[in-house]
């Protein structure tokens, strides 16, 4: 089983709808849960971070966590062309974050 | 706000050419890491720091060697480049340790290996 695995995409989402995003991570020991946006050819960016079980919005996003069943989430309300990226979820392992390999969303006009 | 800066942002080396990729931040981070990331996968690790003179391996070491001299600046050394190390490199840093906050990365090395 892989630490953090997430559906590669692409997820297309009319603009205006809601883009959910899921991730999956293995070890039960993680405390700490990040996701990033990385715009193609641009260096990933911190969009919202999570520690404790429940939701937490920050304007049109809102992370999920999960911890008895190891998954994490990320809804984008309201979706936008600009927010078309690849979303990268990471968990911490001990002094370490692992990425999942990304999910490519596209948000269609 | 500089942050963490990489340099170079491009280069093409030849087979068994030695490059150094260089980065520094300037945010008083204890916490540094390298990444390279392949195309359409997610970011892997190869090194991290916990602090200047203190460095480890992550998933995937092997062709790479750092050395952290100060808390600014955690180079990453390629010293027989490989047609597999082609990838894009990125450096990151963080305020804490075991993970639970956030990195800060830089713009990115675009290598290619040919």
């Known amino acids: 089983q892989k630490e953090v695995e997430q559906n590669s995409g692409p997820l297309s989402v009319p603009e205006g709808a809601i883009a959910s995003l899921n991730c999956t991570y293995s070890?039960?020991?993680?405390?700490?849960f990040f996701w990033y946006r990385q715009y193609s050819g641009k260096s990933p960016e911190l969009i919202m971070s999570i520690y404790s079980n429940g939701d937490k919005e920050d304007g049109r996003f809102t992370a999920q966590l999960n911890k008895a069943s190891q998954y994490v989430s990320l809804l984008i309300r309201d979706s936008q062309p600009s927010d078309s990226a690849t979303y990268l979820c990471a968990v911490n392992r001990d002094d370490k974050i692992i990425f999942g390999k990304g999910t490519r969303l596209h948000i269609l006009p | 706000n500089a942050g963490v800066t990489q340099t170079p942002k491009f280069r093409i080396l030849k087979i068994g050419q030695s490059m150094t990729l260089q980065c520094t931040q300037d945010?008083?981070?204890?916490?540094m890491y390298w990444y390279r990331q392949d195309p359409g996968m997610g970011l892997k690790l190869i090194y991290y720091?916990?602090?200047?003179?203190?460095?480890d391996k992550g998933e995937v070491p092997n062709g790479y060697n750092v050395s952290r001299s100060t808390t600014e600046d955690f180079p990453l050394r390629l010293e027989l480049a490989a047609p597999s190390q082609t990838s894009v490199y990125f450096c990151?840093?963080?305020?804490?340790?075991?993970?639970?906050?956030?990195?800060?990365f830089g713009d990115g090395t675009r290598l290619s290996i040919l």
């Open positions: 070890d039960r020991g993680s405390q700490s």
């Open positions: 720091s916990v602090g200047a003179g203190i460095t």
């Open positions: 990151a840093s963080s305020s804490s340790p075991g993970g639970h906050q956030p990195q800060h």
């Open positions: 945010m008083n981070h204890n916490y």
